[in-house]
């Protein structure tokens, strides 16, 4: 089995001001300095992102935004388009969040849209998925996955695929305190990889890595991160405190 390196991500959403957000990444530089073993990223909101990618210059934290736009510039009040977020120094960006679909309308094509454009300017997307509890009490959560999977990753190819991170999260257990058993975690997961192997191929699908979002915590982060699919973390809440990411970032001393 390929050995993939495990990639926790801060998602920070509607919270800290310019000020909040460069203290946390300053108490994340000093906390984080001697991983090396797992990647790292946060995303604070637009406003924040130059105060904070300013605060990281040197360390081995890596900057995302929480969304954007698909075209470069134009008419699009209130939108932050690829080459901003490029500019001013992100390295990732979340798409599809299920935020962003139930509360702004994002649909398979504009994540695709979406995705596509942060390629076109060097921007690593990590990419959303993830059924509600509706859905899963139907027995659609697979379907549903899957109509998300291949929606977003319409026409694009394996080198362009190479730079996806997939996130899955349960919409049933994002901010609610629910968290996904670590087997049914890994279900999902393996279902996902299973899905890649079967749009590209399977050392494509050996290598991408596949977080877990959903109500994450260090009480549960090392058992979900001892399944075999599961390679990381799009962490919510538990991100907005030092102490409590970087306890997550050190699952394996826990």
């Not at 968290?179 to 049914?184: D, I």
Request: glycine fraction near 10%; aromatic fraction near 8%.
């Amino acid at each position: 089995m390929m050995r993939r390196l495990p990639f926790m991500a801060g998602n920070w959403k509607m919270n800290k001001t310019v000020k909040e957000a460069v203290d946390l990444v300053r108490q994340l530089k000093t906390s984080l300095s001697r991983v090396d073993d797992v990647e790292v990223a946060v995303a604070p909101p637009f406003t924040a992102l130059y105060a904070v990618y300013k605060e990281l210059e040197g360390a081995s934290i890596h900057l995302a935004a929480q969304n954007l736009f698909y075209e470069e510039k134009g008419a699009y009040t209130g939108e932050v388009s690829p080459l901003m977020l490029k500019e001013v120094g992100c390295h990732y960006v979340i798409i599809g969040h299920s935020e962003r679909r139930r509360f702004f309308g994002e649909a398979d094509e504009t994540v695709n849209r979406r995705i596509r454009a942060a390629l076109g300017q060097g921007l690593k997307p990590i990419f959303c998925i993830g059924e509600t509890l509706r859905e899963r009490e139907e027995g659609k959560a697979f379907s549903v996955i899957e109509r998300q999977i291949e929606g977003g990753l319409k026409d694009l190819g394996e080198k362009e695929f190479k730079n996806i991170v997939i996130a899955y999260e349960p919409v049933w257990a994002i901010g609610t305190g629910k968290t996904a058993t670590p087997e049914q975690a890994e279900e999902v997961h393996r279902f996902i990889r299973e899905r890649v192997e079967k749009l590209y191929s399977l050392e494509i699908a050996e290598g991408v890595r596949i977080q877990y979002g959903g109500s994450v915590t260090p009480e549960n982060v090392k058992g979900l991160m001892s399944q075999e699919n599961i390679d990381g973390a799009l962490v919510g809440g538990a991100s907005l405190e030092a102490d409590t990411f970087s306890r997550i970032v050190r699952f394996k001393e826990i």
